[in-house]
């Protein structure tokens, strides 16, 4: 590719459409948001080229007051992917596929998921994590990964990386990627094209959200530097259980809801505990997220779709 | 004068002393709550031989760590408990596993009953 160095990918404005439910659109140029008002599902379909899905923060074996049933919204979710016009080439999810990362519990997220039929690609949440040696998370999505189980791939030129910022957390810290980590991505993105765009997934949020919840990764500065002389970046993540999104320069920072329970916006209670809402507000708060890239334009479409709009 | 002071408050805190080590050693129990992703009280101080425990009483599990690796809990579900013997006096910060930024401290100081 030598849009690099002819410096197209420069020229080129990056936009992103967000379809969040309420159907608005949003354009990013040079990093200024407009909205271009109400959309219909008919336009975020048009885009064509590489399209996957993110499902995040399954959270199998939670039965408390916000959902006693997680296991049926997220076999909800998946039903509506099944019914997708167009399918998706693959999904990632980004962590807490268990609430206690029990054995039982990664069987029915197992037997739930693999029913949509697509390769998906897995990060852990700090709930995948918890028996000590994390060993129950690894056996299953760990082959080929390194450390905890960060990885990269490629497809249809988009290059991927998933990220664990959830592994080894010091006292009064919030999420964090550490030094080895840190170092096999510098090396992973050495010598790639700056035109290629780049996707990274990991479970939270890689800007600081909310300190006072830790909803952010005290070390994704470093991390993000080495993605700066990339014409796209998006980082897609989970563990907030709500839809949020900014864009700095090149990178656009983008949070899935989650398919158990909803969590309240950052500080509007007192603390980030599962929200218990009205039984028929809930499925307007849990839903999946579909991604897509339009080769040669630089231009992502993330759609956020409730279960219930 | 100061001398025979400090001698009579020597004398009385030993009585004390033989007083509460004669009858049965009766170490207490304290509890930390987990509420709302916080560790209540965040900072308690307790005697040497003292238990700690925590209840989780949030829909969210939490894991109890000591900073220094001198306890870890397994996840507390809603409603678990985690309890541990604090024999050695020291401060213990520790936090929450899963939600770091959750933190808190126990301080052990020497018993009444305890040894010298």
Same mark, same amino acid.
């Given at each position: +590719?030598?849009?690099?160095?002819?410096?197209?990918?420069?020229?080129?404005?990056?936009e992103?459409?967000?379809?969040v439910?309420?159907?608005?659109?949003w354009?990013i140029?040079? $990093?200024?948001?407009?909205?271009?008002g @109400?959309? &219909?599902?008919?336009? =975020?379909?048009? =885009?064509?080229?590489?399209?996957?899905?993110?499902?995040?923060?399954?959270?199998? $074996?939670?039965d408390?007051? %916000?959902?006693?049933?997680?296991?049926?919204?997220?076999?909800?979710?998946?039903g509506?992917?099944? /019914?997708?016009?167009?399918?998706? /080439?693959?999904?990632?999810?980004?962590? &807490?596929?268990t609430?206690?990362?029990?054995?039982?519990?990664?069987? &029915?997220?197992?037997?739930?998921?693999? &029913? =949509?039929?697509?390769?998906?690609?897995?990060?852990?949440?700090e709930h995948?994590? *918890?028996?000590?040696?994390?060993?129950?998370?690894?056996?299953?999505?760990?082959?080929?990964?390194?450390?905890?189980?960060y990885?990269?791939?490629?497809?249809?030129g !988009?290059?991927? *990386?998933?990220?664990?910022?959830?592994?080894?957390?010091?006292g009064?810290? +919030?999420?964090?990627?550490?030094?080895e980590? @840190?170092?096999?991505?510098?090396?992973?993105?050495? $010598?790639?094209?700056?035109?290629?765009?780049? !996707?990274?997934?990991?479970?939270i949020?890689l800007?600081? !959200?909310?300190?006072?919840?830790?909803?952010?990764?005290?070390?994704?500065?470093?991390?993000?530097?080495?993605?700066?002389?990339?014409?796209?970046?998006?980082?897609l993540?989970?563990?907030?259980?709500?839809? +949020?999104?900014? !864009?700095?320069?090149?990178?656009?920072?983008?949070? %899935?809801?989650?398919?158990?329970?909803?969590?309240? %916006?950052?500080?509007? =209670?007192?603390s980030?505990?599962?929200?218990?809402?009205?039984?028929?507000?809930?499925?307007t708060?849990?839903?999946t997220?579909?991604i897509t890239?339009?080769?040669?334009?630089q231009? @992502? %479409?993330?759609?956020?779709t409730? @279960?219930?709009? | 004068?100061?001398?025979?002071?400090?001698?009579?408050?020597?004398?009385?805190?030993?009585?004390?002393?033989?007083?509460?080590?004669?009858?049965?050693?009766?170490?207490?129990? #304290?509890?930390?709550?987990?509420?709302?992703?916080?560790?209540?009280?965040?900072?308690?101080?307790?005697?040497?031989?003292?238990?700690?425990?925590?209840?989780?009483?949030?829909?969210?599990?939490?894991?109890?760590?000591?900073?220094t690796?001198?306890?870890?809990?397994?996840a507390?579900?809603?409603?678990?408990?985690f309890?541990?013997?604090?024999? #050695?006096?020291?401060?213990?910060?520790?936090?929450?596993?899963?939600?770091?930024?959750?933190?808190?401290?126990?301080?052990?100081?020497?018993?009444?009953?305890?040894?010298?």
């Amino acid at each position: +590719m030598t849009d690099h160095d002819n410096g197209v990918s420069r020229r080129r404005v990056l936009e992103c459409m967000t379809w969040v439910g309420t159907g608005v659109l949003w354009t990013i140029s040079g $990093g200024v948001p407009h909205s271009l008002g @109400l959309i &219909d599902q008919a336009i =975020a379909k048009e =885009a064509s080229g590489l399209t996957f899905l993110q499902i995040s923060d399954s959270h199998m $074996g939670f039965d408390k007051p %916000a959902n006693p049933n997680a296991k049926g919204t997220l076999e909800e979710a998946i039903g509506r992917i099944k /019914a997708l016009p167009v399918k998706p /080439a693959f999904m990632i999810h980004t962590g &807490d596929i268990t609430h206690l990362s029990k054995d039982s519990e990664f069987d &029915d997220a197992e037997k739930i998921i693999s &029913d =949509a039929r697509l390769d998906v690609h897995y990060v852990p949440g700090e709930h995948d994590l *918890i028996d000590p040696e994390i060993k129950l998370y690894k056996e299953r999505y760990g082959r080929g990964t390194q450390g905890p189980g960060y990885y990269s791939f490629d497809a249809d030129g !988009v290059h991927f *990386i998933g990220l664990v910022n959830v592994a080894n957390l010091k006292g009064g810290g +919030m999420g964090s990627l550490g030094e080895e980590q @840190l170092e096999w991505i510098e090396d992973d993105l050495k $010598g790639r094209s700056a035109s290629t765009p780049i !996707v990274v997934f990991a479970h939270i949020p890689l800007w600081t !959200v909310y300190p006072e919840w830790g909803w952010g990764t005290e070390d994704s500065g470093r991390a993000l530097a080495y993605m700066k002389r990339f014409g796209s970046v998006t980082v897609l993540n989970g563990h907030i259980h709500q839809v +949020m999104q900014k !864009v700095e320069g090149n990178v656009t920072f983008h949070t %899935a809801r989650s398919t158990a329970f909803p969590q309240p %916006a950052p500080g509007s =209670a007192p603390s980030a505990g599962p929200m218990k809402v009205p039984e028929d507000k809930l499925r307007t708060l849990l839903g999946t997220a579909s991604i897509t890239f339009k080769p040669g334009e630089q231009r @992502l %479409a993330i759609v956020d779709t409730p @279960l219930k709009s | 004068m100061m001398t025979l002071r400090t001698l009579a408050i020597g004398a009385i805190n030993l009585l004390v002393a033989v007083a509460t080590a004669v009858g049965p050693v009766r170490a207490a129990d #304290t509890e930390v709550k987990i509420d709302n992703f916080t560790f209540n009280p965040q900072q308690i101080t307790v005697k040497a031989g003292d238990t700690v425990i925590w209840v989780n009483h949030d829909d969210i599990p939490h894991a109890v760590v000591s900073q220094t690796q001198a306890f870890r809990s397994k996840a507390l579900d809603t409603d678990d408990k985690f309890s541990f013997t604090f024999a #050695t006096l020291g401060t213990y910060p520790y936090f929450c596993a899963l939600h770091p930024h959750m933190t808190g401290t126990i301080v052990v100081e020497a018993s009444l009953s305890s040894p010298p």
